[in-house]
């Protein structure tokens, strides 16, 4: 339904295009000027294992990209190791260009590449991580082939984890470190050499290309308490390696089961040996002889499902520490001649999908400036676009210290989710209604989502327009900068 109109274009402006290409994210921030080339950022390029033709809606994907941009973006920013973050990086790997190929016709290259802290290689946090991440992978992937081996069908929880990788454990052999490893490693390869970045909390950049635009890094969090914390009521320890996953993986019949315990129905931590029972007190004794070991009917003891707990908590802990583990951009856009570290203007937020402990760490962060210390609340307080985290889930947006600090008017935001495939995921609460209502109550018309048809009246894309556009593909979100803000030569 795209038309394109001509309009009398004067000040830069900055442009957010969200794609529809699905439950996924991929963003393309511009700044578009009258004399001078403009600037490019794309933000992840993935969409959700399962997703029908995945491959092709990706690839329209990237040749919109290639066509908008002339085949080359400044940035490419890549949030976290998801698949619906990363999956274009893997099926559609030939439209992006290596170093060497810059500029092939055809092809998108890379100037930049920005990740999180975590996935930097000389980090000793990181690839503790990162080690923890695959070994929990590894865990539920064995799972799933033995709950498929013995007809059980499969554990929602564990395929929904190994789904966020791009791991469908269906056959024997299934390596289960995913495709999402693939696809993060093939994004770095991108960069010319030294241009790959692992940016920290507190971080400060003023690419020379977007002189109107400055990008302040928020998340992820650099400690573990920070990390573990996905939720606002309950706390989900990291990749839970140790009793979780040594259950997962005693209950899968891997390695890495405690010697001795292969036929026991419990994992370590859970369990109490029989050959302790001698060890007990003399009425202990007495109570697990009676009610354990004698010859009376014990059928209604049976725990043969019991290990599928252990499955569901790591597949939980393994998912909600991934999205903990996103980088976080508050863009804002820069007013006069953007020297100064204080003050600023308005804030485009990309949390990806952190989560709760991610949220609550951008507190911690302070940027000293000739206007006084700038913190994340006052990034918050000029926020008139935001990217709604993890596709409207409950735990991805927060109330008080999040959406509630968000007090402009005109507040836009953008939700990459579509309902229906969640619903087959059955991620029920995918949209969260209770957050829908609040967003609407502060977005009103300027509440967008992914997966809606734009009303009858709403305006098609119109070069030099502003405000909320829609295109067959994609919408956008177009914003004047300010104007004491000069176009660059």
Avoid at 345 to 352: I, R
Avoid at 399 to 407: D, H, K, Q, V, Y
Wanted: charged share 25%.
């Amino acid at each position: 339904m795209a038309r394109e109109t001509q309009a009398s274009e004067t000040r830069p402006r900055v442009r957010v295009r969200m794609y529809r290409q699905g439950l996924g994210d991929c963003f393309l921030v511009s700044v578009l000027r009258d004399d001078a080339p403009p600037f490019h950022m794309m933000i992840d390029c993935g969409v959700i294992l399962g997703t029908p033709d995945a491959t092709g809606r990706l690839r329209a994907v990237l040749g919109s990209v290639i066509e908008e941009t002339g085949g080359r973006i400044d940035v490419l920013a890549v949030t976290h190791e998801h698949y619906d973050h990363v999956a274009g990086f893997f099926l559609a790997r030939d439209l992006f260009a290596a170093p060497e190929e810059a500029g092939a016709a055809g092809k998108l290259s890379v100037g930049e590449v920005w990740f999180a802290w975590t996935e930097d290689p000389a980090s000793d946090l990181a690839r503790t991580l990162r080690e923890e991440r695959a070994a929990g992978l590894r865990a539920l992937t064995a799972m799933a082939l033995r709950l498929g081996a013995a007809g059980l069908g499969d554990e929602p929880a564990v395929g929904a984890a190994l789904s966020f990788f791009g791991v469908e454990a269906k056959e024997s052999g299934a390596s289960g470190l995913g495709h999402t490893a693939e696809a993060m490693a093939f994004a770095a390869g991108l960069a010319p050499p030294g241009r790959v970045r692992y940016l920290e909390p507190g971080a400060v950049l003023a690419p020379e290309a977007a002189p109107e635009l400055r990008f302040r890094v928020l998340g992820p969090p650099m400690d573990r308490a920070s990390l573990r914390r996905t939720d606002s009521t309950r706390e989900v320890y990291h990749i839970a390696a140790g009793a979780l996953e040594a259950s997962v993986l005693l209950a899968a019949g891997e390695d890495g089961a405690a010697p001795g315990e292969a036929f026991s129905p419990f994992g370590p931590g859970w369990g109490l040996p029989l050959a302790s029972l001698g060890e007990l007190a003399d009425d202990r004794a007495k109570f697990f002889r009676e009610l354990y070991l004698d010859d009376a009917e014990q059928s209604w003891r049976r725990i043969d499902g019991a290990w599928l707990a252990s499955a569901e908590g790591l597949a939980l802990a393994l998912d909600g520490a991934t999205n903990n583990t996103s980088l976080v951009l508050a863009i804002e856009l820069v007013e006069g001649d953007g020297d100064g570290e204080g003050g600023g203007g308005e804030v485009l937020l990309f949390p990806a999908d952190a989560q709760v402990g991610n949220w609550l760490s951008w507190d911690t962060l302070a940027w000293p400036g000739p206007e006084g210390t700038l913190t994340a609340a006052d990034l918050l307080a000029r926020t008139v676009f935001y990217k709604v985290g993890h596709h409207g889930s409950h735990n991805a947006t927060l109330r008080a210290r999040g959406l509630e600090r968000m007090p402009a008017p005109d507040l836009v935001s953008f939700i990459p989710v579509d309902e229906e495939m969640a619903r087959k995921k059955r991620w029920n609460a995918m949209p969260l209604p209770a957050l829908l209502e609040a967003l609407r109550a502060h977005c009103g018309p300027g509440l967008v989502r992914l997966d809606e048809d734009p009303p009858a009246d709403a305006p098609g894309v119109t070069t030099g327009g502003t405000g909320v556009q829609y295109g067959s593909l994609y919408v956008d979100w177009t914003r004047a900068l300010p104007a004491r803000r000069a176009a660059t030569s």
